[in-house]
């Protein structure tokens, strides 16, 4: 069963500006449904970054009771080999970077998933997410290619 580790991007993003809730609930109702099945899921900081405005996002977030999960030791294991493969991940040499980053890079290298976002590649020296999942042989998708990969039609 495929899995996916979502980044705060594609669920702020994809809710306020993607797949806006009034328009395509469906869309929302079936991640809701993978997240009941464990094929979706996100790591504790990505809700950190979500829940920091109170907004349509971040009350969907607090009510997906699963999707998200701690840093347990398999994430934390993989989060020591993309930090110490990527540093300015974290803007170490950078500038200011989002911190939830590397975790969800992590969870979906420990559990051989795919990785949820809408960041687009930029360049190793200034790595964004797809650029170190690129490098480190980690699959990623945008939300819309997500729900395309699963298929879903709608009319």
Known sequence: MPFYSFDSGAIINGRRDIFIPDTFAAVWTRIEGMIATAQVRAVDEVKREVVKKDDDAARWAKAQRGLFVPLVADIQVAT????????????????????????????????????????????????RIPDVCDAMGVRWLTLPQFVAEQGWKFS
Not at 86 to 91: E, T, Y
């Open 80 to 127: 020591k080999q993309v930090l110490a493969a990527h540093p300015r991940l974290l803007g170490i040499g950078g500038g200011p970077r989002n911190g939830a980053d590397p975790f969800v890079i992590a969870l979906a290298l420990a559990r051989g998933g795919t990785v949820v976002t809408q960041e687009t590649p930029r360049n190793i020296t200034k790595p």
